[in-house]
């Protein structure tokens, strides 16, 4: 391992200090296309589940539509993991173009799949580039920006997974209405909408620097200290002149990379009580979004007798309750603080889950009142699933912040989120509204067991600057600084 000099820097208090302008609407949009991609493959793919059924298109079963949903998220968990190291080790910007191009490829290829194993394998690849974004745009976010506005922005963002949600809700019911287009074809164009506004935005990304946080960490004060002046220098255009910074300088030991034995120190020892409510609140979400969302096409078709081209409709406001969700609280979790606002969110969801299912076991729903007691239930958790990103990407040192965040995604979403498609498939074809029920408690019971871990391990970040949420481990043998 290369070692050079001790440094002193100031670039995290001056990125803290900024006000709210268009330099961070940009980042954000430019960034948080990752969400709305998720969004627009997860609709696609529960919308699409009850037409891939037909003999006409892949004639999959109900297994093997929860078996494209696990491939997905399977291959989210080896992008995540191989990425988000590779985020920590060679830059965020690096990684914007690569995980955005693998997503491009896996959601095109989708559409020309030819068989089941084709179709799985192609949402392997699919999953594995938006796994590897995950890491990579949710560290820079909260790189790049302030302390004070990270809660809500960061929950805003993760919100906009349901603006794809919807966007793929609409191309859904337009193409595969057999009037406009041949069912043999709309289900192959559905996938090329993802490709379509990925294309777009590769372009956007051009504008968004490489994290000041990063570059300092590798001795390059100079690099950071360039793009902490341009962005001040773009703010300043249209704002009044920038307070001082009062902070101490935050001093800190530059290298090219961090060992593995810190690493681990540092996640296993150092902040294990983070490390475990890290695992717990993403397990949690994983699995009450993943039992759900990817079956509820069949859940309407089969129990409801929904039409499978009528199914987006359904999914639309279910949607929307999400997307709005997150914006609405999201400002409470940088004034209320985090800790208080992430135990309502999750112990509501599991009660409001918990009602639902008792009503839909009792046979005293139909599909729209289903549909409306899903909406109400992901308005609150909606934010609660933010929350748990949110959290995993603010409370440990900035050199394994991406590592962090995949780490976490990968083992929530392989312990909770990968079995879940696989077993709501299971249930909801076995066509029993007692063995469905049972599976909802589940879900419910889980987000109960989170929202007390977070009273009990919660870390209060709000307006917190990252460094003092979590001190740079490069930081902890030169003394002094902030």
């Known amino acids: 391992m290369k070692t050079t000099r001790v440094i002193e820097t100031q670039v995290p208090a001056r990125l803290d200090r900024l006000p709210w302008s268009r330099w961070h609407v940009l980042v954000v949009f430019a960034l948080g296309v990752t969400w709305i991609l998720d969004g627009l493959e997860v609709t696609l793919a529960g919308s699409l589940g009850a037409i891939l059924k037909d003999p006409a298109t892949l004639g999959l079963t109900d297994t093997q539509v929860g078996a494209s949903a696990t491939a997905y998220l399977l291959g989210a968990v080896a992008g995540a993991l191989g990425f988000g190291y590779s985020t920590d080790r ?12 693998v997503y491009l490829a896996g959601t095109a290829l989708s559409g020309c799949s030819w068989s089941f194993d084709s179709y799985i394998f192609f949402r392997f690849i699919t999953g594995a580039g938006i796994g590897g974004e995950y890491a990579a745009i949710n560290s820079a976010i909260d790189e790049l920006i302030p302390a004070r506005f990270r809660g809500r922005v960061d929950l805003g963002v993760n919100s906009s997974f349901w603006v794809g949600s919807a ?148 999914l639309l406001p279910f949607a929307l309750a999400n997307a709005l969700g997150p914006i609405v609280l999201g400002p409470l979790f940088d004034t209320v603080g985090r800790k208080p606002m992430i135990v309502l969110t999750y ?50 040192p900035l050199e394994i912040r991406a590592l962090a965040i995949a780490i976490f995604y990968a083992a929530g979403t392989l312990v909770g989120g990968a079995g879940a498609p696989i077993l709501f498939g299971y249930l909801v074809g076995s066509g029993s509204r007692p063995a469905l029920f049972w599976g909802y408690l589940a879900a419910a019971a889980l987000m109960a067991i989170a929202a007390g871990a977070e009273a009990w391990l919660g870390v209060k970040a ?17 003394g002094g600084g902030s």
């Open 167 to 314: 966007l793929g809700s609409g191309a859904v019911y337009w193409l595969l209405d057999p009037r406009l287009v041949p069912l043999r074809l709309g289900w192959r164009l559905a996938f090329g909408v993802g490709a379509a506004i990925g294309l777009s935005i590769l372009l956007l990304r051009r504008f968004v620097p490489e994290s000041p946080r990063w570059l300092m960490l590798r001795g390059r004060t100079g690099e950071a200290d360039q793009v902490v002046d341009e962005i001040e220098s773009t703010i300043e255009r249209h704002a009044a002149p920038l307070p001082l910074v009062t902070e101490d300088p935050l001093r800190l030991r530059a290298r090219d990379r961090t060992p593995w034995s810190e690493i681990w120190r540092a996640m296993a020892q150092t902040h294990r009580h983070r490390s475990v409510l890290g695992f717990v609140l993403m397990g949690a979400q994983a699995f009450f979004y993943n039992a759900i969302f990817f079956t509820s096409a069949l859940v309407l078709t089969q129990f409801y007798q929904v039409a499978p081209g009528s199914v987006a409709l359904y």
């Open 347 to 396: 112990g509501i969801s599991g009660l409001f889950l918990a009602a639902t299912a008792m009503l839909f076991r009792a046979g005293l729903l139909t599909s729209a009142t289903q549909t409306f007691c899903w909406s109400a239930t992901f308005f609150i958790s909606s934010s609660a699933a933010s929350s748990a990103y949110l959290t995993v990407s603010e409370i440990f």
């Open 462 to 478: 709000e307006g917190q600057s990252l460094e003092k949420i979590a001190a740079p481990l490069a930081s902890k043998d030169v």
């Open 90 to 101: 060679w830059g965020r910007k690096r990684l914007f173009y690569l995980t955005l191009g």
